[in-house]
Nanobody, 126 residues
Framework: QVQLVESGGGLVQTGGSLRLSCAAS????????MGWFRQAPGKEREFIAR????????YYKDSLKGRFTISRDNVKNTVYLQMNSLKPEDTAVYYC???????????????????WGQGTQVTVSS
Protein backbone atom coordinates (compact mmCIF):
# COMPACT_ATOMS: atom_id res chain seq x y z
CA GLN A 1 0.00 0.00 0.00
CA VAL A 2 1.02 3.59 -0.66
CA GLN A 3 -0.57 6.54 1.06
CA LEU A 4 -0.40 9.92 -0.67
CA VAL A 5 -1.22 13.25 0.92
CA GLU A 6 -1.26 16.45 -1.12
CA SER A 7 -0.77 19.92 0.33
CA GLY A 8 0.00 23.44 -0.80
CA GLY A 9 -3.23 24.33 -2.53
CA GLY A 10 -5.10 27.55 -1.90
CA LEU A 11 -6.36 30.78 -3.38
CA VAL A 12 -4.02 32.76 -5.62
CA GLN A 13 -4.43 35.67 -8.01
CA THR A 14 -3.94 35.40 -11.77
CA GLY A 15 -0.24 35.37 -12.56
CA GLY A 16 0.71 33.99 -9.17
CA SER A 17 2.53 30.81 -8.25
CA LEU A 18 1.95 27.81 -6.01
CA ARG A 19 4.00 24.75 -5.18
CA LEU A 20 2.07 21.61 -4.42
CA SER A 21 3.58 18.78 -2.41
CA CYS A 22 2.62 15.15 -2.26
CA ALA A 23 4.00 13.18 0.68
CA ALA A 24 4.13 9.42 0.29
CA SER A 25 4.28 6.68 2.89
CA UNK A 26 4.08 2.94 2.77
CA UNK A 27 5.91 0.97 0.12
CA UNK A 28 9.18 2.15 -1.38
CA UNK A 29 8.40 5.54 -2.87
CA UNK A 30 11.52 5.71 -4.98
CA UNK A 31 10.42 2.68 -7.00
CA UNK A 32 7.39 4.35 -8.58
CA UNK A 33 6.76 6.74 -11.40
CA MET A 34 4.54 9.52 -10.10
CA GLY A 35 2.02 11.76 -11.77
CA TRP A 36 -0.02 14.88 -11.19
CA PHE A 37 -3.59 15.29 -12.42
CA ARG A 38 -6.32 17.84 -11.93
CA GLN A 39 -10.09 17.88 -12.11
CA ALA A 40 -12.26 20.94 -12.56
CA PRO A 41 -15.98 20.86 -11.71
CA GLY A 42 -17.96 19.03 -14.35
CA LYS A 43 -14.84 17.91 -16.22
CA GLU A 44 -12.86 14.71 -16.48
CA ARG A 45 -9.62 14.25 -14.58
CA GLU A 46 -6.82 15.72 -16.67
CA PHE A 47 -3.18 14.66 -16.89
CA ILE A 48 -0.60 17.33 -16.03
CA ALA A 49 2.82 15.70 -15.73
CA ARG A 50 4.65 12.54 -14.74
CA UNK A 51 8.12 11.80 -13.45
CA UNK A 52 10.25 8.67 -13.47
CA UNK A 53 11.16 6.86 -10.27
CA UNK A 54 14.65 8.40 -10.25
CA UNK A 55 13.36 11.86 -11.15
CA UNK A 56 15.57 12.07 -14.21
CA UNK A 57 12.81 11.85 -16.81
CA UNK A 58 9.74 14.04 -16.91
CA TYR A 59 6.83 14.38 -19.30
CA TYR A 60 4.20 17.13 -19.52
CA LYS A 61 0.92 17.83 -21.17
CA ASP A 62 1.91 20.05 -24.06
CA SER A 63 -0.38 22.94 -23.14
CA LEU A 64 1.09 23.14 -19.62
CA LYS A 65 4.74 22.78 -20.52
CA GLY A 66 6.74 25.80 -19.46
CA ARG A 67 4.40 26.88 -16.67
CA PHE A 68 4.33 23.70 -14.58
CA THR A 69 7.33 21.75 -13.29
CA ILE A 70 7.26 18.34 -11.65
CA SER A 71 10.07 17.17 -9.40
CA ARG A 72 10.66 14.70 -6.61
CA ASP A 73 12.83 14.16 -3.56
CA ASN A 74 13.22 10.47 -2.87
CA VAL A 75 14.89 11.13 0.47
CA LYS A 76 11.84 13.06 1.66
CA ASN A 77 9.41 10.72 -0.16
CA THR A 78 7.78 13.74 -1.75
CA VAL A 79 6.83 14.80 -5.26
CA TYR A 80 6.25 18.43 -6.13
CA LEU A 81 4.39 20.45 -8.70
CA GLN A 82 5.58 24.02 -9.17
CA MET A 83 2.93 26.11 -10.92
CA ASN A 84 3.72 29.54 -12.30
CA SER A 85 1.78 32.20 -14.21
CA LEU A 86 -1.47 30.73 -12.96
CA LYS A 87 -4.70 31.42 -14.80
CA PRO A 88 -8.35 31.13 -13.74
CA GLU A 89 -8.68 28.05 -15.95
CA ASP A 90 -6.11 26.32 -13.72
CA THR A 91 -8.73 26.24 -10.96
CA ALA A 92 -9.28 22.60 -10.03
CA VAL A 93 -8.64 19.92 -7.46
CA TYR A 94 -5.09 18.67 -7.94
CA TYR A 95 -4.19 15.03 -7.34
CA CYS A 96 -0.93 13.14 -7.17
CA UNK A 97 -0.80 9.49 -8.11
CA UNK A 98 1.64 6.58 -8.00
CA UNK A 99 2.09 4.01 -10.73
CA UNK A 100 3.15 0.41 -10.08
CA UNK A 101 4.21 0.05 -13.70
CA UNK A 102 7.60 0.69 -15.22
CA UNK A 103 8.28 4.15 -16.65
CA UNK A 104 7.91 2.89 -20.20
CA UNK A 105 4.45 1.50 -19.38
CA UNK A 106 3.24 4.52 -17.43
CA UNK A 107 1.37 7.00 -19.53
CA UNK A 108 -1.04 9.86 -19.15
CA UNK A 109 -4.17 7.84 -18.41
CA UNK A 110 -5.68 7.64 -14.95
CA UNK A 111 -5.75 3.87 -15.47
CA UNK A 112 -1.95 3.77 -15.38
CA UNK A 113 -1.92 4.82 -11.72
CA UNK A 114 -2.85 2.66 -8.77
CA UNK A 115 -2.66 4.96 -5.75
CA TRP A 116 -4.18 8.41 -5.43
CA GLY A 117 -4.14 11.19 -2.90
CA GLN A 118 -7.27 12.92 -1.67
CA GLY A 119 -6.57 16.06 -3.67
CA THR A 120 -5.88 19.70 -2.85
CA GLN A 121 -7.96 22.61 -4.12
CA VAL A 122 -6.33 25.31 -6.20
CA THR A 123 -8.39 28.40 -6.97
CA VAL A 124 -7.08 31.15 -9.22
CA SER A 125 -8.97 34.43 -9.02
CA SER A 126 -9.21 36.82 -11.95
Amino acid sequence: QVQLVESGGGLVQTGGSLRLSCAASGRTFSSYPMGWFRQAPGKEREFIARISSSGVITYYKDSLKGRFTISRDNVKNTVYLQMNSLKPEDTAVYYCAASLKSWSSTGSSTYDYTYWGQGTQVTVSS
